[in-house]
Nanobody, 114 residues
């Protein structure tokens, strides 16, 4: 499975960005896709995930600001990030899990700064 992420960049506090991640290769219909992030000097943490049945998980710090959704026909997951804060600055990694295997995208940098 290969993951191609895009959509990072520089945004001012209060701004919005949308990340996308397309999976290709040996895709199994039952899977979980999501986003992790890693800020400088910190451990990688889960931000949001969505199962193939649509069930979602969002970390408390992004609830009400971020939305995760997916297009199963395109094997693509999206992370809509609104009301961004400086503490959201991190490298965001796309994640795909199926049949007990984990796959990671290359990471995309999100910088929230004025």
């Amino acid at each position: 499975v290969q993951l191609q992420a895009s959509g990072g960049g520089l945004v001012q506090p209060g701004g919005s960005l949308r990340l996308s991640c397309a999976a290709s290769g040996s895709i199994f219909s039952i899977n979980n896709m999501g986003w992790y992030r890693q800020a400088p000097g910190k451990q990688r943490e889960l931000v949001a995930s969505i199962a193939s049945n649509g069930n979602t998980i969002l970390v408390d710090s992004v609830k009400g600001r971020f939305t995760i959704y997916r297009d199963n026909a395109k094997n693509t997951v999206y992370l809509q990030m609104n009301s961004l804060k400086p503490e959201d600055t991190a490298v965001y990694y796309c994640h795909y899990r199926t049949l007990g295997n984990d796959y990671w995208g290359q990471g995309t940098l999100v910088t929230v700064s004025s």
